[in-house]
């Protein structure tokens, strides 16, 4: 079985990843950090999904901020509280004494790949720490920016655009990548036929996400009048746990802190005119959405 670290700012994907890969993987710990929510908010959201999962996997609180600039909220798309308001599960679970960062330094080996499901600046500061620190890790499967348009600008998606210059210390270290951008992400639908399958299982865990995903396609609804929704950061899981599932290209991929225009943007050489820079990052291109949802609903089936 896999081994992985989640980085997360849970956000009803995260969420929703963190279960799926409590099922399919052994989960060391979970790392929080500030992005969909603040820390506090996110570390919160954590603990819950660990409580509702009925596991004893360890949290890490991380960054409240990014290295530079402002601190930029997305509670537009997960709610103010990060899971879409939903009915809060009581638990009396606490997070661990010593920081993500410490923990990503000291406890993190070649046999564990890091899942980075919010913006990476728990990663970046473990590599201002150790530089080297990347290249001793299993990888980091990271969902985050895009081959095409983003999200949170037109060329920029939200977690690479709230910290770049993080993400930009990530895709520069000489560290395993594999990336789940937009472009793959949006791919994996979920509809209310999902929820309904979900809903049916009857466990805790599937009332819960069948609550997040609900959230999530009612926000689908109102914002763009859509009867899909796209579930972003189980993709970046999957690409480890399941990665017969996709298909992947090697890009060279940087990240654009400066620009006016395109700060956040993940710049990926995709040429065919001329000979392309050095891979550094297994790109997933496309994934075989409903076998993912199957192994999904599979997750949830037991308690």
Not at 4 to 21: E, N, R, S, W
Not at 47 to 65: C, D, H, I, R, W
Request: glycine content about 6%; some cysteine.
């Amino acid at each position: 079985m896999m081994s992985l670290v989640v980085d997360c700012d849970p956000g009803c994907d995260d969420a929703i990843a963190i279960l799926l890969a409590l099922r399919h993987a052994n989960v060391k710990a979970i790392t929080t950090v500030s992005g969909n929510v603040p820390l506090a908010q996110s570390t919160e959201n954590a603990l819950m999904t660990v409580a509702v999962a009925n596991v004893e996997t360890p949290v890490y609180a991380g960054a409240s901020k990014p290295l530079k600039g402002p601190q930029i909220s997305n509670d537009v798309s997960h709610g103010s509280d990060g899971l879409g308001g939903l009915h809060r599960f009581s638990h009396s679970r606490t997070s661990e004494s010593a920081s993500a960062c410490d923990f990503l330094l000291e406890c993190v080996s070649k046999d564990d790949w890091v899942i980075a499901l919010g913006p990476l600046t728990n990663l970046a500061e473990a590599l201002a720490r150790d530089s080297e620190w990347g290249k001793r890790i299993g990888g980091i499967s990271i969902m985050g920016g895009s081959t095409s348009i983003g999200n949170i600008t037109p060329v920029a998606e939200f977690n690479v655009f709230a910290d770049p210059h993080a993400a930009a210390k990530v895709y520069t270290s000489g560290a395993r990548l594999k990336m789940c951008g937009l472009n793959l992400t949006h791919q994996l639908e979920v509809t209310n036929e999902t929820v309904t399958l979900i809903s049916e299982l009857g466990t805790e865990k599937s009332t819960f996400v069948a609550s997040l995903l609900k959230f999530l396609l009612n926000r689908a609804e109102k914002m763009i009048r859509s009867r899909w929704a796209p579930l972003h950061d189980p993709c970046a899981v999957l690409a480890v746990t399941h990665p017969t599932l996709f298909q992947f290209e090697e890009y060279f991929v940087e990240v654009e802190t400066q620009g006016t225009l395109t700060s956040g943007m993940t710049v990926i050489d995709q040429r065919t005119t001329r000979p392309r820079l050095l891979p550094n990052t297994l790109v997933a291109t496309q994934i075989d959405a409903t076998r993912a949802i199957e192994v999904l609903v599979d997750s949830l089936e037991t308690q």
